[in-house]
C-alpha cells in the first residue's frame, strides 16, 4: 500500500511539474503566439538598363519594303534616319534588301507610309542610301565609332523581324568579335567582308538596321546571321565608317585589276579550257581570261597563272584575292607573286583604273 501510495504521489509531482513548465514556455517564449508582420514596397533599380539608350533611336528606324514592277513584294528589311536636311531624311539600310527593286516603301515607327528614293547602293559593303520627305524622318540616330567599340560592350539591335508585325523590336547582347572575316555570294562571285560579330539575335527583317552601344550611338549596320542549325548566337555588321560618298549619289570607286579568276584548288574544272597547274598548288587564285589593256595585262601576266601573293600576303582564294585587291586606291602599285609552271616569279601592276 505504501508502494502505491508512493507512485500516486510521484505522478501528480510530474503533472505539477510539466503543467508549470509549459505555463512558464508559454508566456516567456511565445511559441504559440502569432507576430503581425509590415511589409513594405521596394523599388528595384536597374543600374545597367538600356532604357534611355533606346529611348533614343526608337523614332529613328524604319520598316523598308522593295517591290518589283508589278507591285509584289519582294523584300523587308531595317533602314535608320542618319541625317535630316531642310527637305529631306536619309537612310542608310543593306544594298540587298533593296537590290533587284523598283519601288521602296518605308514605314516609320508611327505607321506612317512613304516612296522612297535610292540615292547610291554598293553590293560590296552591302550599304545603301535612301532619302525620304523630311515630314517622315522623325529623328536622326547618333553615328558613333565601331573603332572605339572594344569586345565585350553592351550593344544592342533595333529592328524589324519578319516584318512590320514586330517592327520596333529590340534585341541585347555584347560585341563579340571585330575585324570577323566572312565570306559571302554576290552577283559577280565571291567576296570577303570584314565585319562586327555580335550575340544580339539578327532575323530575318534585321537587315539593315542598325547596331548600337549604351550611348545610343550606331556602331554598325546589320547585314547577315550564319545559318546552320548548329551555330547560334552570331550575327554580324558591317562597320558604319563605310557609309560614305553613297548619300551624294556617287558610286564606290575599285580598282581595277582586269583579269578572271578561279580557285587554285578546283583547277580540274579548267582542263577543258586547256589551263593545267601543278596539282600540289592547294591555295591561290588562277587567271583564266584577261582584259585588253587592262593592269594586269600590262604587268606581263598571262592566262594560267596563279597568284599566290599580293604585296606579300598570302592569297588563299579569289574572294581573298578580291578582299586584299580592295584595300587598294586607284593608282597604287601593287606587287603580285605568282606561280608560272612551277616557279615562282614577281611583278607590279599599277592600278590606274576605275570600276563601280
Given at each position: 500500500?505504501k508502494?502505491k501510495?508512493?507512485?500516486?504521489?510521484c505522478?501528480?509531482?510530474?503533472?505539477?511539474?510539466?503543467?508549470?513548465?509549459?505555463?512558464?514556455?508559454?508566456?516567456?517564449?511565445?511559441?504559440?503566439k502569432?507576430?503581425?508582420t509590415?511589409v513594405?514596397r521596394?523599388?528595384i533599380?536597374?543600374?545597367?538598363?538600356?532604357?534611355k539608350?533606346?529611348?533614343?533611336?526608337k523614332?529613328?528606324?524604319?520598316?523598308?519594303?522593295?517591290?518589283?514592277?508589278f507591285?509584289?513584294k519582294?523584300?523587308?528589311?531595317?533602314?535608320?534616319?542618319y541625317?535630316?536636311?531642310?527637305?529631306?531624311?536619309y537612310?542608310i539600310?543593306?544594298?540587298h534588301?533593296i537590290?533587284?527593286s523598283?519601288?521602296i516603301?518605308?514605314t516609320?515607327i508611327?505607321?506612317a507610309?512613304?516612296?522612297?528614293?535610292?540615292?547610291?547602293?554598293?553590293e560590296?559593303?552591302?550599304?545603301?542610301?535612301?532619302?525620304?520627305?523630311?515630314?517622315?524622318?522623325?529623328?536622326?540616330?547618333?553615328l558613333?565609332?565601331?573603332?572605339?567599340?572594344?569586345?565585350?560592350?553592351?550593344?544592342f539591335?533595333?529592328g524589324s523581324?519578319?516584318?512590320?508585325?514586330y517592327?520596333?523590336?529590340?534585341?541585347?547582347?555584347?560585341l563579340?568579335?571585330?575585324?570577323?572575316?566572312?565570306e559571302?555570294?554576290?552577283?559577280?562571285?565571291?567576296?570577303?567582308?570584314?565585319?562586327?560579330?555580335?550575340?544580339a539575335?539578327i532575323?530575318?527583317?534585321?537587315?539593315?538596321?542598325p547596331?548600337?552601344n549604351?550611348?545610343?550611338?550606331v556602331i554598325?549596320?546589320?547585314?547577315m546571321k550564319?545559318?546552320?542549325?548548329?551555330i547560334?548566337?552570331?550575327?554580324?555588321?558591317i562597320?558604319?565608317?563605310?557609309?560614305?560618298?553613297?548619300?551624294?549619289?556617287?558610286?564606290?570607286e575599285?580598282?581595277l585589276f582586269?583579269a578572271q579568276?578561279?580557285?587554285?584548288?578546283k583547277?580540274?574544272?579548267?582542263?577543258?579550257?586547256?589551263?593545267?597547274?601543278?596539282?600540289?598548288?592547294?591555295?591561290?587564285?588562277?587567271i583564266?581570261?584577261?582584259?585588253?589593256?587592262s593592269?594586269?595585262?600590262?604587268?606581263?601576266?598571262?592566262?594560267?597563272d596563279?597568284?599566290?601573293?599580293?604585296?606579300?600576303k598570302?592569297?588563299e582564294?579569289t574572294?581573298?584575292?578580291?578582299?586584299?585587291?580592295?584595300?587598294h586606291?586607284?593608282?597604287?602599285?601593287?606587287?603580285?607573286?605568282y606561280?608560272?609552271?612551277?616557279?615562282?616569279?614577281?611583278?607590279?601592276?599599277?592600278l590606274?583604273?576605275k570600276?563601280?
Amino acid at each position: 500500500m505504501k508502494e502505491k501510495t508512493k507512485f500516486v504521489v510521484c505522478c501528480t509531482i510530474f503533472l505539477f511539474i510539466g503543467v508549470a513548465g509549459t505555463i512558464f514556455v508559454y508566456n516567456n517564449f511565445n511559441l504559440y503566439k502569432t507576430k503581425e508582420t509590415k511589409v513594405t514596397r521596394v523599388k528595384i533599380t536597374e543600374k545597367n538598363t538600356i532604357k534611355k539608350a533606346i529611348n533614343k533611336v526608337k523614332d529613328s528606324v524604319f520598316v523598308v519594303e522593295t517591290y518589283d514592277q508589278f507591285n509584289n513584294k519582294v523584300g523587308t528589311g531595317t533602314g535608320f534616319v542618319y541625317k535630316i536636311d531642310n527637305n529631306y531624311g536619309y537612310i542608310i539600310t543593306n544594298h540587298h534588301v533593296i537590290s533587284n527593286s523598283e519601288n521602296i516603301i518605308v514605314t516609320n515607327i508611327s505607321g506612317a507610309d512613304a516612296k522612297a528614293k535610292l540615292l547610291g547602293s554598293d553590293e560590296y559593303s552591302d550599304i545603301a542610301v535612301l532619302v525620304v520627305d523630311k515630314k517622315y524622318a522623325l529623328k536622326k540616330i547618333e553615328l558613333g565609332s565601331s573603332s572605339n567599340s572594344e569586345i565585350g560592350d553592351t550593344v544592342f539591335t533595333v529592328g524589324s523581324p519578319l516584318g512590320k508585325k514586330y517592327m520596333g523590336t529590340v534585341t541585347k547582347g555584347i560585341l563579340s568579335g571585330k575585324e570577323r572575316q566572312v565570306e559571302v555570294s554576290l552577283t559577280n562571285g565571291s567576296f570577303i567582308m570584314e565585319v562586327l560579330q555580335t550575340d544580339a539575335a539578327i532575323n530575318p527583317g534585321n537587315s539593315g538596321g542598325p547596331l548600337l552601344n549604351i550611348n545610343g550611338e550606331v556602331i554598325g549596320v546589320t547585314s547577315m546571321k550564319l545559318v546552320e542549325d548548329e551555330i547560334e548566337g552570331m550575327g554580324f555588321a558591317i562597320p558604319i565608317e563605310l557609309v560614305s560618298a553613297l548619300e551624294q549619289g556617287k558610286e564606290i570607286e575599285r580598282p581595277l585589276f582586269g583579269a578572271q579568276l578561279f580557285d587554285a584548288d578546283k583547277a580540274y574544272y579548267l582542263r577543258n579550257y586547256n589551263i593545267d597547274i601543278n596539282q600540289d598548288i592547294k591555295e591561290g587564285t588562277i587567271i583564266v581570261k584577261l582584259e585588253d589593256n587592262s593592269p594586269a595585262i600590262k604587268s606581263g601576266l598571262q592566262i594560267g597563272d596563279v597568284i599566290t601573293k599580293l604585296d606579300d600576303k598570302k592569297v588563299e582564294n579569289t574572294a581573298h584575292f578580291r578582299y586584299l585587291l580592295y584595300k587598294h586606291h586607284i593608282g597604287d602599285k601593287l606587287k603580285v607573286t605568282y606561280n608560272r609552271n612551277g616557279k615562282e616569279q614577281m611583278t607590279e601592276v599599277v592600278l590606274n583604273k576605275k570600276i563601280s
